[in-house]
């Protein structure tokens, strides 16, 4: 009985921490939407495109990323 209830509670936990993480990935893939409409996106996107839609924007031509330990503005 107590193994079941140990496996229980760990189900109930990865559950909640699934939830969690869904919940985080939405807002996170909200955001970039919004970014996305601030840099002139307009056709809808899955999150890769997305991020190199605003990439494209607020990087310099050619450099697809900005150099390790830079921010971009």
Avoid: H, W
């Amino acid at each position: 009985m107590t193994q079941n209830t140990t496996a229980y509670n760990l189900a109930l936990n990865l559950q909640s921490q699934l939830d969690n993480a869904k919940a985080q990935n939405e807002q996170m893939f909200q955001a970039l939407e919004r970014l996305a409409t601030k840099a002139g996106v307009t056709e809808p996107a899955g999150i890769d495109s997305l991020v190199s839609q605003i990439e494209a924007c607020i990087l310099p031509a050619g450099q697809s990323s900005p150099p390790k330990g830079e921010k971009t503005k």
